[in-house]
């Protein structure tokens, strides 16, 4: 199987320049080609174009700035030179036969041979795409159909053809999974694939039933949302936010595509309101609005649509009796006698079924479909899942008795449940009746496995350990959103006694979507509330130790970390003795936001890094002055390569790109360990004492003059101030022990957290999850 | 013959020396309210409670209200008590000026409600629920309707009453059927039955205004289809003077363990022409801006018969002689020392003591509170305010009432066997006191109400105000001289509290059964610490004036006394109940059900 070094993208739309990015994230060069733009004097204008809005989207498509070297911008006219040595190429230019197949002709000339070609096309069927290209071209081709945007959606469909050589989906699905990070399911070359085939039909059916039967938007989306396990979007919120013009364009290709049999042709309806907004601009956020709105007018109110009436009233909060009546029930949400209960159960029972129709048409396994509904619309639980959550036996009878004929895969698990747990390993039920286990990526390890098969080591209400073989264990955060609290540091304690004494390394990681949000505040501020200073001093102190003899335990831990690790979920992994990363990682110590340091000796270790980092030169005040900035304004990485350049993350640690594969790495990385590991040397700092304070303070103030700074931030900066200068005894001739520093963070910490500014800001984060500028 | 003289010294300590009284003329609205015109308020009230309230308070429990030919009638002589009582304006001592009333702040008005409870609670109930319907129509009704409304409620030429429960609900008032259909002229039609309607119907004023709560057609199902309406008993004539019968009637009256002077009416409503009071289906909302007034009103009842009561057994133990003291005769020039001498009946006596003047203070405090809540300028303190209040509400209501309520029976075991005959008056405090536990949400609701609402909103927001200034007095005065007898007992309750706050809190988050069972524990040890805030605060000022020349009718001498009472006999039971607490729900749940 090749290898691919280098990769070309074609076609520098947001799909293409998405794409392009995200090779570049992965460190391997791209180049990336579009058409010379008529007049223009840069013939490679439109694709550096590109590369420059790529630098600004929000959410960011690199995950560095200097990720951005990584990608060769170019034109299809004068550098289809460049392709010659790339070993992927791929299509993402509009979706005309015409185009794309002209394009093709050209590729042929000038790729190497043995690369593979391949198109993000949505719609277009493979077999059409690779009519009448020379033999070695379709046996090169696959479709890659990505998922919008591409750094962030892990789903990819690969379609390969009968005539595709073995190969090529391998090696392309393999870069996929380890360099691009993303999660690959082979689908069979029908229209649609499967991802959209499935998500386009639930959405057409969600929004012609809405109009049908007469839903409010709001309580549409309220059903067709979170009781399901679909983003709170919902339908009419995804539909604004994908771009309510998009929705008949999609549609007519797909029913186009589709054979008139097909179920999705019973959704395909004109709907004249719809038009009337794509018609006037109300094509969703980007246009003037969509089913909802912001009123600038109207001092930004909120705004919904009247599905009857066509005009906007203002937005009102769902009011779905069904939902709180049936509580966690599915089952008893379908089955609710009113018109929210019928609304569900027609949008969702059809989806299902449709589900179950595409299993031997778009692809042969269920987890296939799971997978794509969870990682390309975001649903908790895929179709399957949600089935069995409802019951087969239910769904079958629900839909029999709304006269759908039942798909041969449903009727053939009547009585049975699609997936089920053997052994601990989870079965999957397959088309010939029978169960197969479900299998993993080769390599991938994961802890929801492991958790399946075997009992923990140690666990209570928010942690628990377990043996994830070879004598590694696995300490987990096992609390809401994975926040630190009192049994949190309890169990990672004894965990450390634990593998101390029976294993021979620990990795810190969890399945969660954030690796740890830090400390509980809720739990904080309600012992703040009672004043119980001494309880919250203890909590501080027990962190401080807790992590202290973590870096100091005799076996090598190593933190891996995905999505957020804040606050005090910072501060453990900057007491690991190593890290492997997810490269969708955010870390940062934002403990000023709600009026706090970090006091879980995050201060200590940053200082410790920065001051010893060899790359900044110029005694001590640079690094002091650059860790006062990070965490007086709350820096948070928006990768782990920027976690890397921030020094939360060491040169030496690692990043891992596909989520599925983090624990996999961190282990082998902790294993590798085992053998060298020693006890880390502690710091010692040379700090400046007082002089430092001053000019921290100073800048603070000046920022304060600006406007930047607000009254309680000059609070929360002085306290910060007095640690980073290491005390008002301190100077360079009296260095300062790691002890020295966790005391002074304490008495920081005790200080501002009795202080009621702070305690507004934790009161206003926890309920409005933003900051207080107080 | 019962007694009741009013503690005017107590409430002035309260109200100036632990509160600073006069500060309130800096709130805006309270400038007028000096000392010098207070006191003389207080002196009135005082004379009108003992002279004309208190003397018909056995005979109106003997005598009753009663029901003829589809009319009350109360008991002989309120017609007249209640002429003058509103002659004086005390109808509408707590009501705003622009509506002819006197604008007290409720700091000054607790102290008046509690000498009527003392003096007369069947009487109290009528300016009461007068006052509960003023404040529900002045913050929901209709410019319209206020006008023409609030002046008589506040001059007492009418009286209004709350009708919330039917026969199937009480607490759970989601489950209500009451109607109200729309007419065509903006008015509606109310159909239903209401019960235990206190002053449904009454002989003492012109018209009544009852509020009512009931149902649109195609409201929302539960307490979110509820709506509020003004019906008057009469309706104008063409003079416009209230003459025509309106659609409702009092169908009968409920026999009753006490409270006998108070017709609690079954109230019929049979197209009876309404007015909405605020938005359709808010109806909860306008009903609790009364409920929470009212809540803290039972709460002062309880205090006001606690009160009355003592003073009768403190006159019964210093004149009853019987038998000798236990260390030999205190009074031996008489043929028995008076059992004031015993240890068993100083206990109860200091018992009710400890608890009324601690309540009266702790009353004092949230009615300043509330002044602050609705008047204080700084938008923070404001706030603050509205925290401590609704904090504050349910212990108010549901520990006053419960001390009350021992206090009272303390003063009927004071008195032996003549506790238990009538004409003694010591029986009907126990009485009268009981319904006070009960209504306006009963005592386990409040409780539910503190553990369930009050304790996790905004994560323990409203606890802070509360906790934060006990934890800095500790903090300020452990160190002081003389100080520690008070402080330390008070540092140990509130550790337990803090324990219970925060298990309580953690507990109930998995499970809310854990809440559920600790929550009348839970009230009354926070309500025994916020009773020994207010004693040590007491004992810290009274303690510079023991022995000085203030000191010579000995009310510093006896409050610090009293203070160490509390302190040493009374605040221990918090230990007894955080143990309780912390056993949690389970042997309390586990119970079979078809066992009990």
Redesign the interface.
């Known amino acids: 199987m090749g290898e691919i070094a280098k990769v070309a993208v074609i076609g520098a739309g947001v799909m293409g320049a998405g794409i392009a990015a995200q090779v570049a994230n992965a460190g391997v060069p791209v180049v990336l080609l579009d058409i010379v733009k008529a007049g223009a004097e840069d013939r490679s204008a439109i694709a550096k174009g590109a590369i420059e809005k790529l630098l600004t989207t929000e959410p960011a498509a690199f995950m560095s700035k200097s990720a951005a070297k990584l990608v060769t911008p170019g034109n299809t006219e004068d550098d289809l030179g460049l392709l010659a040595d790339c070993d992927l190429i791929i299509e993402a230019v509009v979706e005309r036969l015409d185009i794309k197949q002209a394009l093709y002709a050209k590729v042929e000339a000038n790729r190497k041979p043995g690369s593979i070609v391949s198109s993000n096309t949505s719609t277009i069927p493979l077999a059409t795409l690779i009519a009448g290209q020379p033999e070695s071209f379709q046996r090169d081709f696959i479709i890659t159909h990505f998922f919008n945007p591409p750094r962030y959606m892990r789903l990819l469909e690969i379609v390969t053809g009968d005539k595709t050589r073995a190969d090529a989906g391998a090696t392309a699905a393999k870069f996929a999974d380890f360099k691009l990070g993303k999660s690959v399911v082979f689908c069979k070359d029908r229209p649609g694939f499967i991802a959209n085939r499935l998500g386009v039909y639930w959405m057409q059916k969600a929004i012609v039933d809405a109009f049908d039967m007469g839903l409010e938007v709001e309580d549409a989306d309220a059903i067709i949302g979170r009781p399901m396990g679909i983003p709170k979007t919902g339908v009419f919120g995804l539909a604004d936010l994908v771009g309510i013009d998009l929705m008949p364009h999609v549609g007519a290709s797909l029913f186009g595509a589709l054979p008139p049999t097909d179920a999705i042709q019973t959704t395909n309806r004109d709907l004249p309101l719809i038009k009337k907004m794509i018609a006037e601009g109300y094509t969703g956020r980007k246009g003037k609005g969509g089913f909802y709105r912001v009123n600038r007018d109207k001092g930004k109110a909120k705004e919904t649509l009247d599905l009857v009436t066509g005009e906007y009233r203002p937005t009102r909060k769902a009011q779905v009796d069904a939902i709180s009546e049936a509580g966690k029930s599915l089952a008893a949400l379908l089955t609710h006698d009113s018109k929210h209960g019928k609304y569900a159960r027609s949008v969702l029972v059809a989806t299902l079924v449709y589900a179950a129709e595409l299993i031997g048409d778009a692809v042969d396994e269920i987890d296939s479909i799971d997978e794509s509904m969870r990682l390309g619309y975001n649903w908790k639980s895929g179709p399957f899942e949600l089935i069995d959550q409802i019951g087969v036996d239910m769904l079958i009878s629900l839909a029999e008795a709304d006269g759908f004929t039942i798909p041969p895969i449903l009727a053939a698990a009547k009585g049975k449940t699609f997936y089920r747990v053997e052994d601990g390993r989870t079965q999957m039920f397959c088309a010939d009746g029978t169960y197969r286990d479900l299998k993993r990526a080769d390599g991938v390890i994961m802890l929801a496995d492991i958790k399946r098969a075997s009992k923990p080591i140690l666990k209570n209400g928010s942690a628990a350990l377990w043996d994830i073989g070879d004598g590694v264990t696995c300490f987990e955060f096992t609390s809401k959103m994975n926040s630190l609290d009192p049994d949190s540091l309890t169990l990672l304690s004894k965990a450390i006694d634990t593998t101390a004494k029976n294993y021979k390394a620990m990795v810190v990681y969890n399945e969660g979507s954030n690796f740890s949000v830090g400390a509980n505040l809720g739990l904080a501020l309600f012992a703040a509330n009672i004043a119980m200073w001494s309880q919250i001093e203890m909590l501080c102190a027990a962190g401080q130790a807790t992590y202290k003899s973590l870096k100091y335990a005799p076996f090598p831990v190593v933190g891996a970390p995905a999505g957020m690790a804040l606050g005090g979920g910072c501060e453990i992994l900057l007491h690991c003795h190593a890290v492997q990363a997810h490269a969708e990682s955010y870390i940062g110590l934002v403990e000023v936001g709600v009026g706090l340091i970090p006091g879980w000796g995050g201060c200590k270790e940053m200082l410790g890094r920065w001051l010893t980092n060899p790359k900044r030169p110029g005694g001590p005040m640079p690094a002091i002055s650059k860790v006062f900035e990070m965490i007086s304004t709350a820096q948070v990485s928006k990768s782990a390569a920027e976690a890397r350049e921030m020094l939360f993350l060491r040169p030496t640690d690692g990043i891992t790109m596909n989520r599925y594969r983090l624990l996999a790495d961190a282990k082998a990385r902790a294993l590798a360990m085992v053998e060298t590991h020693k006890k880390p040397e502690p710091f010692t700092y040379q700090l400046p004492g007082p002089t430092t304070r001053v000019g921290l303070d100073a800048a603070v103030a000046s920022f304060a003059r600006m406007g930047k700074a607000t009254k309680h931030d000059i609070v929360v900066s002085g306290a910060l101030s007095e640690i980073m200068a290491g005390g008002d005894d301190a100077d360079v001739t009296r260095p300062k022990t790691e002890d020295d520093l966790t005391n002074l963070e304490r008495k920081a910490f005790m200080a501002l957290v009795q202080h009621p500014d702070t305690i507004a800001r934790i009161e206003h984060m926890l309920e409005t999850n933003k900051p207080l500028r107080n | 013959m019962p007694q009741y003289k009013a503690p005017l010294r107590d409430m002035r300590f309260v109200l100036y020396e632990l509160m600073d009284g006069e500060a309130i003329t800096t709130l805006p609205g309270f400038e007028d309210f000096t000392r010098d015109v207070t006191d003389p308020i207080l002196d009135e009230a005082a004379k009108i409670c003992e002279e004309v309230l208190f003397p018909l308070n056995r005979s109106g429990d003997e005598e009753g209200s009663v029901l003829e030919n589809g009319i009350v009638r109360t008991p002989k002589g309120f017609k007249e008590a209640y002429k003058l009582f509103m002659e004086g304006g005390w109808t509408g001592i707590a009501c705003d000026p622009q509506y002819g009333g006197m604008g007290l702040p409720n700091s000054v008005v607790t102290f008046v409600t509690e000498m009527i409870c003392s003096s007369n609670l069947a009487f109290g109930m009528f300016p009461g629920l007068s006052h509960g319907a003023y404040v529900a129509l002045k913050a929901y009704g209709s410019d319209e309707l206020k006008d023409r409304y609030l002046p008589k409620l506040v001059d007492g030429t009418w009286a209004g009453t709350m009708c919330l429960t039917e026969p199937h609900c009480g607490t759970d008032l989601g489950l209500l059927r009451t109607s109200a259909v729309p007419a065509d002229d903006g008015t509606y039609r109310i159909s239903g039955t209401k019960i235990f309607i206190s002053g449904g119907d009454q002989d003492l004023t012109e018209n009544i205004i009852h509020l009512v709560l009931a149902r649109l057609p195609g409201a929302?199902?539960g307490v979110g289809g509820i709506s509020l309406f003004l019906v008057p008993k009469f309706l104008d004539d063409a003079d416009g003077r209230p003459t025509i019968r309106n659609g409702n009637a009092p169908g009968s009256l409920e026999h009753k363990m006490g409270i006998k002077a108070s017709p609690t009416c079954v109230m019929n409503f049979d197209g009876a022409k309404g007015w909405l009071v605020g938005e359709p289906n808010k109806g909860m909302r306008a009903m609790f801006a009364m409920m929470n007034d009212e809540r803290l009103a039972v709460g002062i009842q309880g205090l006001g018969l606690g009160e009355v009561s003592y003073q009768n057994a403190v006159q019964y133990a210093r004149d009853r002689l019987q038998g000798r003291s236990l260390t030999g005769a205190k009074h031996p020039e008489k043929n028995a020392d008076p059992i004031i001498v015993h240890p068993d009946v100083r206990r109860m006596l200091l018992t009710a003591r400890a608890y009324n003047e601690g309540c009266r203070a702790l009353g004092a405090e949230v009615a300043r509170a509330l002044d602050h809540a609705e008047r204080h300028p700084d938008p923070k303190k404001k706030a603050e305010a509205e925290d401590y209040v609704a904090l504050m509400t349910p212990i108010v209501k549901a520990l006053f009432t419960d001390l009350g309520f021992e206090s009272t029976n303390l003063g009927v075991q004071v008195f032996g066997g003549h506790g238990f005959i009538r004409e003694h008056g010591q029986e009907q405090y126990v009485r009268d006191g009981r319904i006070a536990m009960l209504y306006e949400g009963t005592n386990g609701i409040q409780a539910l109400d503190l553990v369930g609402r009050k304790m996790p909103a905004?994560?323990?927001?409203y606890?802070?105000s509360f906790?934060?200034p006990?934890?800095t007095f500790i903090e300020t005065r452990q160190a002081s001289p003389g100080r520690a007898e008070f402080i330390q007992p008070l540092a140990k309750a509130f550790q337990r509290?803090?324990q219970a706050?925060?298990e309580v809190?953690r507990r109930g988050l998995g499970n809310p059964d854990e809440a559920g069972a600790a929550a009348t524990d839970y009230l009354r040890l926070f309500g025994l610490t916020a009773l020994a805030y207010q004693w040590a605060r007491m004992a810290d000022i009274a303690l510079d004036k023991v022995g000085g020349p203030e000191d010579s009718d000995r009310f510093y001498s006896a409050k610090v006394a009293t203070a160490r009472f509390f302190m040493e006999r009374l605040l221990p039971q918090t230990g007894a109940l955080l143990s309780t607490i912390m056993a949690g729900s389970k042997s309390i749940m586990a119970f079979e059900e078809a066992a009990f």
């Open positions: 929302p199902k905004h994560m323990g927001r606890l802070r906790f934060h006990v934890a509290l803090q706050s925060a809190a």
